[in-house]
């Protein structure tokens, strides 16, 4: 059974900082790329960051690249979002995903076939 659990979510004031993480289990961890995804109240959900399956390829749209990193741990089958400088419009759910393979395209949704449930991040200003 294939399950990806996130936590660490929670409410933060802006300009300060989470850490999210994602245990994985359930597949072969190893071969699958990873990515973080939010979703705010009334909007479509979007791509936050994508780690390929190496540990040392990572991708990040513009906002929010240079201010939240993702890492891979293929020991202990764990996914990680650090999350500095946080903003209220990073407010959202944010859910884990993984995909089987390579991709050219990390911010699609359709390359992962597994999905967490979510843990909700509140920004206040």
């Known amino acids: 059974q294939v399950q990806l659990v996130e936590s660490g979510g929670g409410l933060v004031q802006a300009g300060g900082s989470l850490s999210l993480s994602c245990a994985a289990s359930g597949f072969t961890f190893g071969t699958h790329v990873l990515g973080w995804f939010r979703q705010a109240p009334g909007k479509e959900r979007e791509f936050v960051a994508g780690?390929?399956?190496?540990?040392?390829?990572?991708y990040y749209p513009k906002s929010v690249k240079g201010r939240f990193t993702i890492a891979r741990d293929n020991a202990k089958n764990m996914i990680y979002l650090q999350m500095n400088s946080l903003k209220p419009e990073d407010t959202a759910v944010y859910f884990c995903a993984a995909g089987q393979g390579s991709t050219a395209d990390y911010s699609s949704e359709e390359k992962y076939q597994y999905w967490g449930q979510g843990t909700q991040v509140t920004v206040s200003s």
């Open positions: 780690v390929s399956l190496r540990p040392d390829y990572t």
